[in-house]
């Protein structure tokens, strides 16, 4: 009847009156049609006659499929993907997290006229959570719906939400820990996370992570808005320290050259955390130092932290080539992929041919082919 175009009232009555499976079927074939372009225009405003009928259907499974059909369609008509928005929770559910046919107005309308939990836990799962729609999960004052919008690393969260959280959440641990866990945390409410949460849980923090929350906003105010928690090596920066310590203790490592084989598998960020280790200052403090692209701050660190004076030069001309291939190494994570190392060793031997002769990049080279399993000829 759909492909003929010759639809008429009574003929999509009968489907609304066909057996629970066959409608079932029908909503799914005509839902992946339309989506995929398989209709003539005349064909999809048929279909979108069937989506308005089916959503009147007295089976919530129905109701469900179509909503589980369409979720990811960025073709489904507004007024469409409202309806099942606004249906009950197994309906609204998959369209709520998934579909981009909503706009803010409309999540942020259903968000406000509902207290239904797994609604606006699904809201906090999207793809990309702008700033209102933040607030209106903030404002219901749930605490697992502001934990898994916390989750969400592509959940935009305000300044303003931040500190309602902390005003709302004081003696949530969980919560305040995943708020100086952000990305992007300013330090008037790393200043305000101190004096609002209560010292009990405050101490619990440092306690966990061996850490001081106050010296953050001191460290942090000199740096700028930085990542505040993540700068000092907690987190996943904290798990990354560990697996890399456990790697390096396997391959018999001496810890002395922890630090260099940081460098060696291109992970600024590991060679930073293992020298601010060794020396119990700050990441950030070492991330300054660092950034002096002359290397007189390098060597400084280099010697206070007790590296091999006979490493240092090939461990500068590393460290030069690193910050020139940044943005191609930066999500490798702790493992130095074949490519990465092919790079990385080509442009020191250019550098190398530049300056003359460096003592022991040999063994640097070693050490980087090793980290990358190229000695192994895989």
Request: charged share 30%; with cysteine.
């Given at each position: 009847m759909l492909m003929s175009g010759n639809l008429s009232n009574e003929d999509i009555q009968k489907l609304l009156e066909s057996p629970l499976e066959r409608r079932r079927d029908v909503t799914n074939k005509i839902a992946r049609f339309y989506d995929t372009g398989g209709f003539t225009d005349k064909q999809k405003a048929i279909a979108e006659e069937i989506f308005r009928a089916l959503l009147k259907d007295t089976e919530v499974e129905i109701r469900r499929t179509l909503a589980e059909a369409i979720k990811t369609s960025d073709q489904i008509p507004q007024d469409v993907v409202v309806a099942l928005a606004k249906d009950v929770s197994e309906v609204?559910?998959?369209?709520?997290?998934?579909?981009?046919?909503?706009?803010?107005?409309?999540?942020?309308?259903?968000?406000?006229?509902?207290?239904?939990?797994?609604?606006?836990?699904?809201?906090?799962?999207?793809?990309?959570?702008s700033e209102g729609i933040s607030d209106a999960l903030i404002d219901t004052g749930n605490e697992n719906v502001v934990d898994n919008l916390l989750s969400n690393i592509?959940?935009?969260?305000?300044?303003?939400?931040?500190?309602?959280?902390?005003?709302?959440?004081?003696?949530?641990?969980?919560?305040?820990?995943?708020?100086?866990?952000?990305?992007?945390?300013?330090?008037?409410?790393?200043?305000?996370?101190?004096?609002?949460?209560?010292?009990?849980?405050?101490?619990?923090?440092?306690?966990?992570?061996g850490i001081s929350i106050e010296k953050i906003g001191d460290a942090v105010s000199k740096g700028g808005e930085v990542a505040a928690m993540k700068v000092i090596g907690l987190q996943t920066t904290e798990q990354d320290y560990y697996n890399f310590c456990k790697v390096m203790k396997q391959m018999q490592i001496d810890e002395n050259l922890m630090p260099i084989s940081a460098l060696c598998i291109g992970n600024l960020n590991?060679?930073?955390?293992?020298?601010?280790?060794?020396?119990?200052?700050?990441?950030?403090?070492?991330?300054?130092?660092?950034?002096?692209?002359?290397?007189?701050?390098?060597?400084?660190?280099?010697?206070?932290?007790?590296?091999?004076?006979?490493?240092?030069?090939?461990?500068?001309?590393?460290?030069?080539?690193?910050?020139e291939l940044q943005d191609e190494l930066n999500n490798q994570g702790m493992e130095l992929s074949k490519q990465n190392a092919n790079r990385i060793i080509t442009n020191l031997m250019l550098r190398a041919e530049e300056q003359g002769y460096v003592e022991n990049l040999d063994y640097i080279i070693t050490l980087i082919r090793h980290h990358a399993g190229l000695d192994k000829g895989e």
């Open positions: 609204s559910i998959p369209v709520l997290e998934f579909s981009e046919v909503l706009s803010d107005e409309d999540i942020i309308d259903i968000i406000k006229s509902t207290t239904d939990e797994s609604k606006h836990i699904s809201v906090s799962k999207r793809k990309l959570v592509n959940a935009n969260v305000s300044e303003k939400g931040i500190g309602r959280i902390i005003d709302t959440f004081s003696d949530k641990e969980k919560l305040i820990e995943a708020v100086v866990s952000r990305e992007k945390l300013p330090v008037h409410i790393i200043e305000h996370v101190t004096k609002t949460v209560s010292k009990e849980l405050i101490s619990r923090l440092e306690a966990k992570h590991m060679f930073e955390i293992c020298v601010a280790r060794k020396l119990k200052v700050p990441v950030l403090n070492i991330r300054t130092v660092l950034s002096d692209e002359s290397n007189k701050g390098f060597k400084v660190l280099y010697e206070r932290a007790k590296l091999p004076t006979s490493l240092y030069n090939p461990s500068a001309l590393l460290i030069d080539v690193l910050r």
